[in-house]
């Protein structure tokens, strides 16, 4: 079993920043993969940033060059860097983690961001 809590939400003006933390506790030797989603108003839930248990990342086309995905080596840590923000990026973004053995799926509960001036 394993538990996602984000934190690090909040509100923030346009070309500043947020950074994004996931602990995750649990059975944590079990996630293969994991990556933040965002779901703003109306809208889909769609991925942001993923990050594979060997280290490669992969960016929504709408963050490159803006968002980093990281995680501690420790794996109990996911982070989120957000730099120059717009006010597109407003939604509440969630910590994603999937794992192989048993296949399952895991979502925190969401922490807001709110780009606005």
């Known amino acids: 079993q394993v538990q996602l809590v984000e934190s690090g939400g909040g509100l923030v003006q346009p070309g500043g920043s947020l950074r994004l933390s996931c602990a995750v506790s649990?059975?944590?030797?079990?996630?293969?993969?994991m990556a933040w989603y965002r779901q703003a108003p109306g809208n889909q839930r769609e991925l942001v940033a993923q990050?594979?248990?060997?280290?490669?990342?992969n960016y929504q086309d709408s963050v490159k060059g803006r968002f980093t995905i990281s995680r501690a080596n420790t794996k109990d840590m996911v982070y989120l860097q957000m730099n120059n923000l717009k006010p597109e990026d407003t939604a509440v973004y969630y910590c994603y983690a999937s794992s192989i053995q048993p296949p399952h799926i895991y979502w925190g509960q969401g922490t807001q961001v709110t780009v606005s001036s």
């Open positions: 649990g059975l944590v030797s079990s996630i293969y993969n």
């Open positions: 990050i594979s248990n060997d280290g490669i990342t």
